[in-house]
């Protein structure tokens, strides 16, 4: 599956922003999707994973209750809403698909095709 992810942009702090996520060549919603970010100078984190399944969702503790990911599947994409952004938030985002075992959804090696990012800036 072909990702691409699209939506960043430059954004004060405390704004929001929302990051597509769109495949092409397999559905979807078969594979589990994450997004991971990655600052310079820092290694890639996980952000927020959604199952392939159950839509259940997981998220890093640093974005829970400010960040959401969700499907469409008749969009076969996925979004990643961002709010109350702040400089901390400022990374590359990729999003990512796989068929991760539950307890390894925040393995950025677990996931085997990324799209090719989205820079994320958040200004104080």
């Known amino acids: 599956v072909q990702l691409q992810a699209s939506g960043g942009g430059l954004v004060q702090e405390g704004g929001s922003l929302r990051l597509s996520c769109a495949a092409s060549?397999?559905?979807?919603?078969?594979?589990?999707v994450a997004w991971f970010r990655q600052a310079p100078g820092k290694e890639r984190e996980f952000v927020a994973h959604?199952?392939?399944?159950?839509?259940?969702?997981y998220y890093a503790d640093s974005v829970k209750g400010r960040f959401r990911i969700s499907r469409d599947s008749s969009k076969n994409a996925v979004y990643l809403q961002m709010t109350s952004l702040k400089p901390e938030d400022t990374a590359t985002y990729y999003c990512a698909t796989g068929r991760p075992v539950l307890s390894a959804y925040d393995v950025s090696s677990m996931y085997y095709s990324w799209g090719q990012g989205t820079l994320v800036t958040v200004s104080s």
């Open positions: 060549g397999r559905t979807l919603s078969t594979y589990a």
């Open positions: 959604i199952r392939q399944s159950s839509s259940a969702t």
